[in-house]
């Protein structure tokens, strides 16, 4: 069983950056997508980015020009950089994987990390 572990959230003011870590118990290059995912206050689980085993990647509207999707496979970690964040951007951040399909729906990654809190101050 492969497990994601995110990390590198925390407290910026508006304007600021973090990068979003997310670790995997190994395998990663064999993932056929990683993505990143988001809860807020304000809404359900959303899609943030995706990047699949080929290195395509796709952003959703919230996602475009402000964050950039990567992953690094011989360290087995997908990254999230997330520049001119504003406080609407708060809310909880999780990695997703899934070995068989090449990046499908929210409901149906398999395997999920515990997700890292972002808080973004005005």
């Known amino acids: 069983q492969v497990h994601l572990v995110e990390s590198g959230g925390g407290s910026v003011q508006a304007g600021g950056s973090l990068r979003l870590s997310c670790a995997a118990s190994a395998y990663a290059a064999s993932m056929k997508c990683m993505a990143w995912f988001r809860q807020t206050p304000q809404k359900e689980r959303e899609g943030v980015a995706d990047i699949d085993r080929d290195g395509k990647t796709r952003y959703t509207d919230i996602a475009k020009g402000r964050f950039t999707i990567s992953k690094d496979n011989v360290k087995n970690t997908l990254y999230l950089q997330m520049d001119s964040l504003q406080p609407e951007d708060s809310g909880i951040y999780y990695c997703?994987?899934?070995?068989?399909?090449?990046?499908?729906?929210?409901?149906?990654?398999?395997?999920w990390g515990q997700g890292t809190q972002v808080t973004v101050s005005s």
């Open positions: 997703a994987a899934d070995f068989d399909r090449w990046c499908p729906g929210i409901a149906q990654f398999p395997i």
